[in-house]
């Protein structure tokens, strides 16, 4: 690669317009950057679980590959990623065990990771076994305090030696106190943990991990930003440059460009028409050992995979059984990290003679809301067969079983983590849309007392409904149908009169009067956002509320005629239900003293199913009444999900039941409408 003085001059120039280019070392040193290396890490963490192997060549054996081997093994000529055969040529006293299992790895690397934040918030993870940290406050901090004689240098300083490194500690103060800061912490993880590792002190990400590993094992290196051109001179190609993956180091091969050197010289503007303006300025950059990106503080981690690795599979029984081996583990990771996991993602590694490592492929899909549940019951052994199940269909899209095919890696990932609560279902909670605002025209029911006496228990919210005419407004019993302990809030729903029992607004008949009823809301949602929405939705979220059936009083005040005509009807036992013959509300006929309008169901209970009204036609209400509460309301919850209900004029129902869409829902597999059928 050739290019002239003045294109090479031309192009300083355009870095130095850059927003992140070199413009001196103030900007270097703008900030202090550490990263933490561990020396052979999964040696080290078998050393301590084993004191025997510390003095012993040993290896750590995934596969056939040698991943990591102490300096002992390393000094008899066995290095990292070596074949198991070729090791024990090199090293026949060479002890291997097994690295398969990262229980015991991750684990440590959380410790160390812990271990730096109690020491400074800001630190991110790369890895299990790096580390980068933020120290600039840290220093700024001991600045003030340090004598401007007393600064000096701890560990080797990049191509400088001996006095000349004391000398430039006065004119680099941050990067001295620094170099004293990295040992401070070595030294931590290592008198607490056990560990040994190496550190690189730096004015960003990129060249601290870059002079991290001048010097090896357990020492520590500071870079200067006059040191920088060398550094970056030093490495052996494009590849070793942190954030050069192996598609752009092709494309930059593609242009001619095989050396650092290369990429430095080469026109700003060549390297934008090939890549766009964004990463070919980083590019640029990088080449240049200019880094602006923070350390990012990593907190819980955003997925959760596993993977093997194998010379070859190629039978869809050997891929079930080990998807089935690598979802064990993760399901197992996944309920000891507490969240529940909305999508599952699988990746495969086909054979390539010309593309070796980097011909994968990725397919995702999200989890049923029933199976993330699974997946975080400690009870349940459901789960992995529940995701096999995904894993093979989404495997199935990727492969044809049925054709040969030739896998040399398999990786299953949970992503899209979420903290289990209310809001961690499958659907996105409608709740969240009626927070309160700001505005000053929302208002709330004043709280009202709560009656000891109250059939609800001292525990439960007061709930009130009330009818309202053009005439005159009335009070009617208080109801504890969709009742939350400890929640008072205002629901208006105008709906037609008529009603045969309160606080059922969707069991109605044309009249004149409008219903205000008054449910137990959460505190967060906003009642006239609540009122305005249609009775079906409503409803909806009033039952995810609603877990248990709360009895009506047994003589509440009535001043309405209306309503003391409906409310006799429901204590003798009249519920309301749509008839499929005419698809208007029917009453039942009365059950003698003391029986259920539903048999095997409390009085109130009957109440409360029938006046929701909204069981599928096909579903026989004797069955359903047989239910647990939790479970009807669970049955209610889903059928509303996967039917919701149309606004259509009552005398249209019957035919939309006997229609396509009836017929189709019924015949679905493994509906639990099956169930429930008419005898």
């Given at each position: 690669m050739e290019s002239s003085g003045d294109e090479a001059q031309e192009d300083m120039q355009d870095m130095k317009r850059l927003p992140f280019a070199v413009s001196g070392s103030n900007f270097l040193t703008h900030k202090v950057i550490l990263h933490f290396d561990l020396d052979c890490f999964y040696a080290q963490v078998e050393m301590l679980r084993n004191p025997a192997l510390r003095d012993v060549p040993l290896g750590i054996q995934q596969k056939y590959i040698i991943v990591t081997c102490n300096y002992v093994a390393r000094q008899q000529g066995v290095t990292k990623l070596m074949s198991v055969t070729d090791a024990k040529e090199k090293c026949p006293q060479l002890v291997l065990v097994k690295g398969e299992d990262l229980t015991h790895y991750r684990e440590m690397s959380y410790q160390v990771t812990d271990l730096l934040l109690s020491f400074c918030p800001s630190v991110e993870r790369l890895g299990f076994d790096e580390n980068y940290v933020d120290i600039t406050e840290m220093i700024e901090k001991r600045l003030a305090d340090t004598p401007q004689s007393s600064f000096s240098f701890q560990g080797h300083v990049y191509n400088v030696a001996g006095d000349a490194a004391d000398a430039k500690a006065?004119?680099?103060?941050?990067?001295?106190?620094?170099?004293?800061?990295a040992a401070e912490l070595r030294e931590a993880v290592r008198s607490r943990l056990g560990l040994t590792g190496c550190a690189g002190i730096a004015a960003n990400k990129?060249?601290?991990?870059?002079?991290?590993?001048?010097?090896?094992p357990n020492q520590q290196t500071t870079l200067l930003p006059e040191n920088v051109g060398d550094i970056m001179g030093a490495l052996s190609g494009l590849r070793a440059i942190p954030g050069v993956g192996h598609q752009t180091a092709k494309k930059l091969h593609a242009l001619g460009l095989v050396s650092v050197r290369d990429l430095q010289l080469f026109?700003?503007?060549?390297?934008?028409?090939?890549?766009?303006?964004?990463?070919?300025?980083r590019l640029k950059n990088l080449s240049l050992g200019v880094d602006s990106s923070p350390v990012t503080p990593s907190g819980a981690p955003q997925s959760l995979s596993d993977e093997d690795s194998f010379k070859k599979m190629s039978t869809a029984k050997e891929v079930m059984e080990k998807m089935e081996q690598l979802l064990s583990s993760l399901v197992e990771r996944m309920r000891k990290d507490g969240r529940r996991p909305q999508t599952l993602r699988l990746t495969l590694r086909k054979y390539s003679a010309t593309n070796k490592w980097h011909s994968r492929e990725s397919r995702q899909c999200p989890i049923p809301h029933h199976v993330g549940r699974t997946i975080t019951s400690a009870g349940s052994d459901d789960a992995v067969l529940h995701l096999v199940?995904?894993?093979?269909?989404?495997?199935?899209?990727?492969?044809?079983i049925n054709s040969a095919f030739h896998l040399t890696l398999i990786n299953v990932c949970f992503s899209n983590l979420q903290a289990k609560g209310p809001s961690a279902g499958g659907r996105s909670s409608i709740k969240s849309f009626f927070a309160h605002g700001s505005s000053p025209k929302t208002s709330f029911s004043s709280p009202q007392r709560q009656d000891k006496s109250s059939p609800c228990g001292a525990e439960n919210g007061f709930i009130t409904s009330s009818v309202t005419t053009p005439e005159k407004t009335t009070k009617s019993p208080p109801s504890c149908d969709a009742a939350t302990p400890g929640v008072e809030m205002e629901q208006r729903a105008s709906v037609p009169a008529d009603v045969t029992s309160p606080g059922s607004p969707t069991c109605r008949r044309q009249g004149d009067a409008a219903v205000t009823v008054t449910h137990g809301l959460p505190p967060d949602v906003d009642a006239e956002v609540f009122h305005v929405l249609p009775v079906e939705i409503q409803k909806e979220l009033l039952m995810e509320r609603t877990s248990q059936p709360c009895p009506l009083p047994s003589n509440p005040p009535l001043t309405s005629p209306q309503t003391s005509r409906n409310r006799n009807n429901t204590e003798q036992g009249v519920v309301c239900d749509l008839d499929p013959s005419e698809g208007g509300a029917t009453p039942h006929h009365p059950q003698p003293a003391g029986k259920s309008a539903l048999p095997g169901e409390t009085t109130s209970e009957a109440k409360r199913l029938s006046s929701d009204c909204q069981l599928p036609l096909n579903v026989d209400p004797h069955v359903f009444s047989q239910l647990p509460a939790d479970l009807q309301a669970e049955l209610m919850t889903e059928w509303k999900r996967e039917k919701p209900l149309l606004k259509v004029p009552a005398a249209r129902k019957p035919a939309r039941a006997k229609g396509k869409k009836g017929a189709g829902s019924s015949s679905q597999a493994n509906s639990l409408l099956d169930y429930f059928k008419h005898a």
């Amino acid at each position: 690669m050739e290019s002239s003085g003045d294109e090479a001059q031309e192009d300083m120039q355009d870095m130095k317009r850059l927003p992140f280019a070199v413009s001196g070392s103030n900007f270097l040193t703008h900030k202090v950057i550490l990263h933490f290396d561990l020396d052979c890490f999964y040696a080290q963490v078998e050393m301590l679980r084993n004191p025997a192997l510390r003095d012993v060549p040993l290896g750590i054996q995934q596969k056939y590959i040698i991943v990591t081997c102490n300096y002992v093994a390393r000094q008899q000529g066995v290095t990292k990623l070596m074949s198991v055969t070729d090791a024990k040529e090199k090293c026949p006293q060479l002890v291997l065990v097994k690295g398969e299992d990262l229980t015991h790895y991750r684990e440590m690397s959380y410790q160390v990771t812990d271990l730096l934040l109690s020491f400074c918030p800001s630190v991110e993870r790369l890895g299990f076994d790096e580390n980068y940290v933020d120290i600039t406050e840290m220093i700024e901090k001991r600045l003030a305090d340090t004598p401007q004689s007393s600064f000096s240098f701890q560990g080797h300083v990049y191509n400088v030696a001996g006095d000349a490194a004391d000398a430039k500690a006065s004119i680099h103060p941050e990067l001295a106190l620094g170099s004293h800061i990295a040992a401070e912490l070595r030294e931590a993880v290592r008198s607490r943990l056990g560990l040994t590792g190496c550190a690189g002190i730096a004015a960003n990400k990129l060249l601290a991990k870059l002079v991290s590993g001048a010097f090896k094992p357990n020492q520590q290196t500071t870079l200067l930003p006059e040191n920088v051109g060398d550094i970056m001179g030093a490495l052996s190609g494009l590849r070793a440059i942190p954030g050069v993956g192996h598609q752009t180091a092709k494309k930059l091969h593609a242009l001619g460009l095989v050396s650092v050197r290369d990429l430095q010289l080469f026109p700003l503007t060549d390297l934008v028409r090939e890549f766009g303006a964004p990463s070919a300025t980083r590019l640029k950059n990088l080449s240049l050992g200019v880094d602006s990106s923070p350390v990012t503080p990593s907190g819980a981690p955003q997925s959760l995979s596993d993977e093997d690795s194998f010379k070859k599979m190629s039978t869809a029984k050997e891929v079930m059984e080990k998807m089935e081996q690598l979802l064990s583990s993760l399901v197992e990771r996944m309920r000891k990290d507490g969240r529940r996991p909305q999508t599952l993602r699988l990746t495969l590694r086909k054979y390539s003679a010309t593309n070796k490592w980097h011909s994968r492929e990725s397919r995702q899909c999200p989890i049923p809301h029933h199976v993330g549940r699974t997946i975080t019951s400690a009870g349940s052994d459901d789960a992995v067969l529940h995701l096999v199940s995904l894993a093979m269909k989404l495997f199935s899209k990727m492969l044809d079983i049925n054709s040969a095919f030739h896998l040399t890696l398999i990786n299953v990932c949970f992503s899209n983590l979420q903290a289990k609560g209310p809001s961690a279902g499958g659907r996105s909670s409608i709740k969240s849309f009626f927070a309160h605002g700001s505005s000053p025209k929302t208002s709330f029911s004043s709280p009202q007392r709560q009656d000891k006496s109250s059939p609800c228990g001292a525990e439960n919210g007061f709930i009130t409904s009330s009818v309202t005419t053009p005439e005159k407004t009335t009070k009617s019993p208080p109801s504890c149908d969709a009742a939350t302990p400890g929640v008072e809030m205002e629901q208006r729903a105008s709906v037609p009169a008529d009603v045969t029992s309160p606080g059922s607004p969707t069991c109605r008949r044309q009249g004149d009067a409008a219903v205000t009823v008054t449910h137990g809301l959460p505190p967060d949602v906003d009642a006239e956002v609540f009122h305005v929405l249609p009775v079906e939705i409503q409803k909806e979220l009033l039952m995810e509320r609603t877990s248990q059936p709360c009895p009506l009083p047994s003589n509440p005040p009535l001043t309405s005629p209306q309503t003391s005509r409906n409310r006799n009807n429901t204590e003798q036992g009249v519920v309301c239900d749509l008839d499929p013959s005419e698809g208007g509300a029917t009453p039942h006929h009365p059950q003698p003293a003391g029986k259920s309008a539903l048999p095997g169901e409390t009085t109130s209970e009957a109440k409360r199913l029938s006046s929701d009204c909204q069981l599928p036609l096909n579903v026989d209400p004797h069955v359903f009444s047989q239910l647990p509460a939790d479970l009807q309301a669970e049955l209610m919850t889903e059928w509303k999900r996967e039917k919701p209900l149309l606004k259509v004029p009552a005398a249209r129902k019957p035919a939309r039941a006997k229609g396509k869409k009836g017929a189709g829902s019924s015949s679905q597999a493994n509906s639990l409408l099956d169930y429930f059928k008419h005898a």
